[in-house]
C-alpha cells in the first residue's frame, strides 16, 4: 500500500514535481506563509538505541508512533493551515531489505493518512530510506512506495527543491542516478539565479555541515568537498536555506547567505533536544524558523511574533 492509498493528504511527487501545487499558480509571490519541517520518524530506532543495536531493524516502535501522531495532531489543529507539511528524510529505521520494514512502512502510512487533507505532505529521502550506499532498485523501492527522491515546486513563489542526499554522500552503486539529479538541480538552480522567484529553499537529509562549512568530515555531515561544491553553488543561485535533519539534534550555522537548518526527530533523540517540529515563516524580505517540542506546540500553538510576521504584506 502506497501513503496515496492509505487515505491521506499525500500527493505523492511523480514527474519530478508535486500535483498538489500547480505551478501556473504558484509562481506568483502573494504575501507571507508558513509551513512545518519535521525529521526522522524513523520507526523502530528508539528500541535499537535502548539496546545498543542500531544495525538491527528494530521489532518494536510504538514510542514512534505515538509521537508521529501527537506530530500529525499537532499539525492539524493549527490555524491558519501551513502550506505544507515536509518530512526531511528517515521515515522507517529498518534499511532496504532488512526485517520490520514493511511493517514499519505500513504503521507509518496509517499515521501519516491522518494529517488534514488541506495540508499536503512533502517526504525526502533519508539513508535509512534508501541505504547508505543506495542502488537502482533502493531508490526504485522509495519511488514507488513515497513517491520521487528528487523534485521541486512551487509556493507563493517561492521555489523548493527536494534532493536525495544519499547520492551526495556515496553513489558508487548507482552513478547513473547522481549525474541525473546532478544535471537537473543544475537546471533548477538556473531558474533560482535568475530570479524568477521570491526565494530558493533545498530540503534534503544529510545536513551540509553541523556548524561551520569547516567541520571535519563527520557520519551526521557532508564530505568537506562536497558540502563546499554544493553550497557554493547554491549561494551563487541566491538558495536562502537548506533545512535537513539526520542528526537527531538540532544544529546548523550560516555560509555566506545561506542558512543551514538542521532539526532534531520527532522521533529518538541523540541529544537533549525534545521530539518536535519546526516552523517556518516565509516573508518578501526572509525566512524565520522556530523549533518547538511536540508538547509546545499542541498545547500552545505558534507563537504571536511568528503570527504577526505572516499579517504583514
Not at 33 to 40: H, K, L, S, V
Not at 125 to 154: I, K
Not at 181 to 203: N, P
Not at 208 to 223: T, V
Request: a negative charge.
Amino acid at each position: 500500500m502506497s501513503v496515496a492509498e492509505a487515505g491521506g493528504a499525500f500527493h505523492r511527487a511523480r514527474g519530478r514535481t508535486l500535483d498538489a501545487f500547480p505551478a501556473e499558480k504558484e509562481r506568483e509571490w502573494k504575501g507571507p506563509f508558513y509551513f512545518i519541517q519535521g525529521a526522522d520518524p524513523q520507526f523502530g530506532l528508539m528500541k535499537a538505541w535502548s539496546t545498543g543495536n542500531c544495525d538491527s531493524g528494530g521489532d518494536e516502535w510504538q514510542q514512534e508512533i505515538r509521537l508521529t501522531e501527537q506530530a500529525v495532531q499537532a499539525i492539524n489543529k493549527l490555524n491558519p493551515k501551513p502550506r505544507f507539511f515536509v518530512l526531511c528524510g528517515d521515515l522507517i529505521h529498518a534499511m532496504p531489505g532488512t526485517p520490520w520494514r514493511k511493517e514499519q512502512t505500513e504503521d507509518l502510512q496509517r499515521v501519516l493518512g491522518a494529517v488534514d487533507r488541506e495540508i499536503p505532505l512533502v517526504l525526502v529521502s533519508g539513508n535509512h530510506d534508501v541505504g547508505n550506499v543506495p542502488t537502482a532498485e533502493t531508490v526504485e523501492e522509495f519511488c514507488q512506495t513515497w513517491g520521487d527522491d528528487y523534485f521541486s515546486f512551487w509556493v507563493g513563489g517561492v521555489l523548493f527543491l527536494v534532493l536525495n542526499s544519499q547520492f551526495l554522500y556515496d553513489a558508487s552503486r548507482c552513478p547513473a542516478l547522481k549525474q541525473a539529479q546532478d544535471q537537473w538541480l543544475d537546471q533548477q538552480l538556473r531558474v533560482a539565479e535568475q530570479r524568477h522567484c521570491q526565494h530558493a529553499v533545498v530540503f534534503q537529509h544529510i545536513p551540509l555541515f553541523l556548524q561551520s562549512i569547516d567541520e571535519d568530515d563527520d557520519y551526521f555531515n557532508l564530505a568537506k568537498a562536497v558540502r563546499k561544491e554544493m553550497a557554493d553553488k547554491f549561494t551563487k543561485a541566491g538558495v536562502r536555506a537548506v533545512f535537513s535533519g539526520h542528526y537527531h539534534r538540532n544544529a546548523g550555522g550560516t555560509y555566506q547567505n545561506l542558512d543551514m537548518v538542521v532539526s532534531s526527530a520527532i522521533g529518538c533523540q541523540l541529544g537533549k533536544d525534545t521530539h518536535g517540529l519546526r516552523v517556518v515563516v516565509v516573508t518578501a524580505e526572509k525566512i524565520v524558523h522556530r523549533y518547538y517540542s511536540l508538547d509546545e506546540l499542541s498545547e500552545k500553538g505558534i507563537e504571536d511574533d511568528l503570527m504577526d510576521l505572516m499579517k504583514k504584506k
